[in-house]
């Protein structure tokens, strides 16, 4: 398991799944792929997604980082 949903941080996952469950909602209720509402939902989950991943790879960094002090 990536090391992001280890320590402590729920409250970007939850971020990550209220954005998909708004944007699988929208999709659900008949709104098209290309509406501008979806659009939109779509690309603030991306921008969710990308703060993620840079917080994992900054972890992972600093992990590494670490570990080659010790050495």
């Given at each position: 398991m990536p090391e992001l949903y280890k320590n402590g941080d729920s409250d970007l996952l939850k971020k990550i799944a209220a954005h998909?469950?708004?944007?699988?909602?929208?999709?659900?209720?008949?709104l098209s792929l290309t509406d501008d509402y979806v659009i939109k939902l779509s690309q603030e989950l991306?921008?969710?997604?990308?703060?993620?991943q840079k917080k994992h790879l900054l972890k992972k960094a600093l992990k590494e980082i670490a570990?080659?002090?010790?050495?």
């Open positions: 998909r469950k708004k944007l699988v909602d929208a999709v659900e209720n008949g991306d921008d969710v997604l990308l703060e993620a570990s080659s002090l010790e050495e």
